[in-house]
């Protein structure tokens, strides 16, 4: 049985769903992608001790820059003299194991969730946005694979100038632990940080920032690049910091050009659609010019008033009838008669 977001997408070309269809379609692609996680996960703790189609195992490979170092600057663990790392507690080799697998399952299952996230945002982007999108997508992709080359080449050169430093007074014995994290950070940490020029393209074709903006700002914006390189490395070291800092200048000045060029072309668009003088911020232009109001109208004479009318006399109000009926019974008083006045004679007679 299908989904019923599956449904409504075929349905509806353009992605339109409710809100319970994107719910629903969050829930299946969040879950495929953990699925496929966990499964390059125990791939990649099964890859760690053993080897697979000819190539070493992945713990030889992350522990190769250390086992490059002169035997002088690190000492020997194990009887036979070969190069082993220091466990100190009796779950270091089981986390450690756990940690690396989870880190390679990840990575080796980024072609799978990057296609479930692009999957979900494609129907909300327009045609021109989702050739955009894909191209942004794939540069990444390319840029921390770079990243992480560049950070796995100069482990070993750190190591070597971090671990040279008072060996005629002790000598550093790695733990598996703290190596593999300095290791898997700093490849994080570089593949991450080649996506910031990335961002500035990115920002230019949304026409947030121009080229104007950066190159006027260009000095401060590589003054704070190195600044980032030495908080953001794990090690602290002068090289991986320097080689971090130099990486993302040059990445961060073929961004300009990239973005000047854009800006270009927009320019010589504007200038083709007659657009170019065109200030969007200016307020529109007023017709000031002007127009032919024209002589006076002919008003006319004066029109002939008629005498007054005849008046009728005043109409006939009709007042209304008497009631015929009494509203209350209450007897109505008796109007009393004067008496006649009382004089002398009728006292005589």
Known sequence: MKSPFRRKRRLNPDGTMTLIEHVYEFRNRLGISLLAIVVTTVFGYIWFGTPFFGFPSLGDVLKEPYCSLPASIRPELAADGSCRLLGTTPFDQFMLRLKVGATAGVILACPVWLYQLWGFIT??????????????????????????????????????????????????????????????????????SFLIPLIVVALNFAGVVTYAMLAKSRRGLIFGLFVFAAIATPGQDPISMLSLAFALTLLFEAAIQICRFNDRRKERKRAAEGWDSWDPDAPSPIDTTPSDIGGPSDIGGPSRVDGPSEVDGPSRVDTPAPATTRTATTPQPQERRPEPPVSGFDDIT
């Open 123 to 192: 129907p909300a982007l327009l045609k021109n946005e989702r050739r955009y999108a894909m191209s942004f997508v794939s540069v990444a992709a390319v840029l921390f694979v770079t990243g992480a080359v560049l950070a796995y080449l100069i482990i070993p050169q750190a190591l070597n100038f971090l671990l040279s430093i008072g060996t005629e007074i002790q000598v550093t014995a790695l733990t598996g632990s703290s190596y593999f994290s300095l290791v898997v950070n700093l490849i994080i940490i570089f593949g991450v």
